[in-house]
């Protein structure tokens, strides 16, 4: 699986940005599909997931502000991201896992840097 990340940049607190994450390869396998964010120095946290039958999953400093959705049939993943705060800052990372066998595999997109000033 092949995970390629778009829609990051700078913007002042209070607007929106949306990400996009696309998937290629064997994808027909993909169990959930998530976005995590890092920032230095502290450990990767998990933003959104949404799984094949499209349940979610938010952190709770995102609920009500973020949304995370999927296109199927163009195998891409989306977050959008309103009412963006200063502390959103961070490098976004696209997830994909899926089971093989009795493991389950987590994919990683390159990450795409998101920067909210005040």
């Known amino acids: 699986v092949q995970l390629q990340a778009s829609g990051g940049g700078l913007v002042q607190a209070g607007g929106s940005l949306r990400l996009s994450c696309a998937a290629s390869g064997s994808i027909f396998s993909i169990n959930a599909m998530g976005w995590y964010r890092q920032v230095p120095g502290k450990q990767r946290e998990l933003v959104a997931a949404i799984t094949s039958g499209g349940s979610t999953n938010y952190a709770d400093s995102v609920k009500g502000r973020f949304t995370i959705s999927r296109e199927n049939a163009k195998n891409t993943v989306y977050l959008q991201m309103n009412s963006l705060k200063p502390e959103d800052t961070a490098v976004y990372y696209c997830?994909?896992?899926?089971?093989?066998?009795?493991?389950?595999?987590?994919?990683w997109g390159q990450g795409t840097q998101v920067t909210v000033s005040s």
């Open positions: 997830n994909a896992g899926r089971y093989s066998g009795t493991s389950y595999v987590d994919y």
